[in-house]
């Protein structure tokens, strides 16, 4: 089990994340932008982030580039975009890439990968 935390802006992509993630046995909590999920990091210490892209207020860029500055253990990060994976810049660090719409169970292969390291 893993603790994940997933920042979508559109709510019935959330629900059907967080439901998906849940009956695979992870305590999930989720956020509907990037600065809801910043306030959310060091509260519940994920160990893996699944974030989309384009967010209002702090969008998915923002977000990695403040789990990347964290200190102490830093959790995987798995990016859902509907944006090409070759039309990403290339400075964005993330750990996974998943393009929507979303294979659930790749997801879960994902989290469970990244959860282990």
């Given amino acids: 089990m893993a603790r994940v935390l997933v920042a979508e802006d559109e709510a019935f992509t959330a629900i059907a994340l967080v439901d998906t993630l849940e009956r695979q046995g992870h305590q999930v909590r989720d ?19 699944v974030t989309d892209l384009m967010m209002p ?38 750990d996974a890439y998943l ?10 292969r994902m989290v469970e990968a990244l959860a282990r390291k």
């Avoid at 600065?35 to 990091?41: D, E, T």
């Fill in 57 to 94: 207020n702090v969008d998915g860029a923002e977000l990695i580039r403040h789990v990347h500055a964290q200190s102490g253990p830093r959790p995987g990060v798995i990016l859902i975009t509907g944006v090409p994976e070759a039309k990403l810049p290339d400075d964005l660090a993330y």
């Fill in 31 to 49: 956020a509907a932008d990037g600065a809801h999920a910043i306030s959310m990091l060091d509260d519940f210490q994920p160990d893996v982030v």
């Fill in 99 to 108: 393009g929507k719409p979303i294979d659930h169970a790749e997801l879960g």
